[in-house]
């Protein structure tokens, strides 16, 4: 079984950064891409940016330039770097990990989800 925290979530003016971090208790063929989710309140979850093992990275067309998906596998460390913050960013942060895969976005091919962090941004 494989375990993800998420930590970093607060409340945050529009334009300002947050960094999320998303520790994962080991890594198996099952971790080979992790992704951020989000749900605001009132909408469907929905993917926010991935990444594959070998480096592949994916974003949402409205997070794309502001938002950065990394790792440090040394630390069992999945990150998300979030700058210029706008009110619609505002949600439930969710990191998830399943089996590779260029879907990324998607929910389904995750099997390992995070209890969530929150973050709110006011304008």
């Known amino acids: 079984q494989v375990h993800m925290v998420e930590s970093g979530g607060r409340s945050v003016q529009a334009g300002g950064s947050l960094k999320l971090s998303c520790i994962v208790s080991?890594?198996?063929?099952?971790?080979?891409?992790m992704g951020w989710f989000r749900r605001a309140p009132g909408k469907e979850r929905e993917g926010v940016a991935g990444i594959t093992g070998d480096g592949i990275t994916k974003y949402a067309s409205d997070v794309k330039g502001r938002f950065t998906i990394s790792q440090d596998r040394a630390k069992n460390t999945l990150y998300l770097q979030m700058n210029s913050l706008k009110p619609d960013d505002t949600g439930m942060y969710y990191c998830?990990?399943?089996?590779?895969?260029?879907?990324?976005?998607?929910?389904?091919?995750?099997?390992?989800w995070g209890q969530g962090t929150q973050v709110t941004v006011s304008s």
């Open positions: 080991k890594y198996t063929s099952n971790t080979d891409s």
């Open positions: 998830a990990a399943g089996p590779w895969t260029l879907l990324l976005l998607e929910s389904s091919p995750y099997i390992y």
